[in-house]
Each structure stands twice: as structure tokens, then as C-alpha cells.
């Protein structure tokens, strides 16, 4: 069966940097892009970042636009999620997912998706 395990979250302080994991089992990875997503508590799920089946094409959201970098390893099964310059208004649960849909259009919004890890919480502190 399809998993998404997601590994790196914690506490960092305002300025600094963690860099998250998902590893991808049950399905072959190559042939599925993949996305981070991220929902704080009380707000909806906002889309983070997406990367397509070769990491030959990548979309970052406007928020986190040159301080967030997505790549994947299609050899380890792996999609990560490289954050710098964090700032408090980043801490979220931040959930890996894959992306059923093969055009780019559907990337952006948790519908896009059908497969989801079970996150792991960042949490940056001022």
C-alpha cells in the first residue's frame, strides 16, 4: 500500500534553517509528482511547493518564494523539502502528498492530491 512518511520537523529559532523528508513506499515514485502542503491551527491547508516526476520542474508558493527549495531523490524514493531563513509565521504541520493529477494546474490545491503523510510539525520561534 501507498505510504508517505515525512521526517525533520522541530523547533528552530527565527533565522534558521531545517530541512524536511518524505519517504515514499507501495506505488513507484518516478512516476507520480509530488507536493508539500502546510496547515497552521485554525487556517485551511495552504500548498507549499510541488515538484514534477523528474525534479525538472518545480513550484513554490509566493509565501516562501527564495527561502523554500523542493527536490526529490527518485533513486531513494524521496521528496524533500529545504527551508531557510524561517520565520514564526512558518510553523505549521507541514504534510508531504502525491499528486494524482498529471498536469501542473492541479499542484496548487489538497485536491490535487491522494495520497498524504501524517506530518510533522515545524515550529519556529521569534
Known amino acids: 500500500q501507498v505510504q508517505l512518511v515525512e521526517s525533520g520537523g522541530g523547533l528552530v529559532q527565527a533565522g534558521g534553517s531545517l530541512r524536511l523528508s518524505c519517504a515514499a513506499s507501495g506505488y513507484t515514485f518516478s512516476s507520480y509528482a509530488m507536493g508539500w502542503f502546510r496547515q497552521a491551527p485554525g487556517k485551511e491547508r495552504e500548498f507549499v511547493a510541488a515538484?514534477?516526476?523528474?525534479?525538472?520542474?518545480?513550484y513554490i508558493a509566493d509565501s516562501v518564494k527564495g527561502r523554500f527549495t523542493i527536490s526529490r531523490d527518485n533513486a531513494k524514493n524521496t521528496v524533500y523539502l529545504q527551508m531557510n531563513s524561517l520565520k514564526p509565521e512558518d510553523t505549521a504541520v507541514y504534510y508531504c502528498a502525491r499528486a494524482w493529477a498529471g498536469y501542473s494546474s492541479a499542484y496548487f490545491q489538497p485536491s490535487g492530491y491522494d495520497y498524504w503523510g501524517q506530518g510533522t510539525q515545524v515550529t519556529v520561534s521569534s
Open positions: 515538484i514534477s516526476r523528474t525534479g525538472g520542474t518545480t
